[in-house]
């Protein structure tokens, strides 16, 4: 049987703006096989960014639960869900989250630097720069950098550790064509070379076909497109 690296079940959230509630997520369940590519379209406001945040540990669900690699993470610590994250989680924002004081290749390499205690640039994370096309643009800081090329730095840092899971919200959401054609095809490598698993969310019908398998997050539910 294909070993499940993502399983979540009964996911429940609700927004509170005031006395309004918003229920976003209405008992999700989803279990991703371990190499697979999930794909996730659905209206803006759907509750893609919130699924996904949910599965990678950032925020915590109302009710229902979480497992990666079969360990339970409402059980663990901070800390421990810290260390599961950089080990085994890859994250590409859908605002990027880069850190402004640092450069591009520092950015990139931090998540590598938090992990081996070093500081230095390996021939992956350089391999990495050069086909997301960013060596000329290393040195920058992220205010010194296009929208396109602040994503494409952290798809870098995303994939940086080489995680087993890459969750990826709208990685292709302000590319031209070509790039985003170069971030698929990134993306289609890395998990025929490596085996990785990859949930993406996204607005774009030709993205959303890479997906082994295909959901449509709708009314609070997933369903299989
Ligand atoms: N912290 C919050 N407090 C209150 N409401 C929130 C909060 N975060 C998100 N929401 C609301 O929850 C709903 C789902 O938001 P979410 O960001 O998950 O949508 P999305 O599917 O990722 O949308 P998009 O395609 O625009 O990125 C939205 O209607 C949003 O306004
Ligand atoms: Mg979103």
Redesign the pocket.
């Known amino acids: 049987m294909d070993k499940i690296v993502i399983e979540a079940d009964q996911i429940f959230k609700t927004?509170?703006?005031g006395r309004r509630e918003?229920e976003?997520l209405s008992g999700i369940g989803l279990n991703v096989n371990s190499g697979n590519i999930i794909t996730i379209m659905?209206?803006?406001?759907?509750?893609?960014?919130?699924?996904?945040?949910i599965l990678g540990t950032l925020d915590k669900p109302d009710k229902g639960v979480v497992k990666i690699n079969n360990i339970r993470v409402d059980v663990l610590l901070e800390d421990e869900l810290a260390e599961l994250r950089n080990k085994h989680i890859g994250f590409i924002f859908?605002f990027h989250h880069l850190l402004p004081e640092f450069t591009a290749q520092e950015n990139m390499l931090l998540p590598a630097w938090i992990k081996n205690g070093k500081k230095i640039p390996t021939d992956w994370g350089m391999e990495l720069l050069e086909t997301v096309g960013l060596t000329e643009r290393k040195d920058h800081l992220p205010s010194q950098l296009s929208g396109g090329e602040r994503l494409r730095t952290a798809v870098v840092r995303a994939l940086i550790n080489q995680p087993d899971i890459l969750l990826a919200?709208?990685p292709t959401g302000n590319l031209d064509i070509e790039n985003a054609r170069k971030l698929i095809d990134l993306l289609l490598r890395i998990n025929r070379d490596f085996g990785q698993t990859i949930v993406l969310?996204t607005?774009n019908p030709e993205v959303a076909e890479i997906g082994h398998v295909k959901y449509e997050?709708c009314a609070g539910q997933l369903r299989i497109i």
Request: aromatic share 4%.
């Open positions: 927004y509170s703006n918003l976003v659905g209206q803006s406001g759907a509750g893609k960014s919130t699924l996904l945040n859908q919200d709208e969310t607005h997050l």
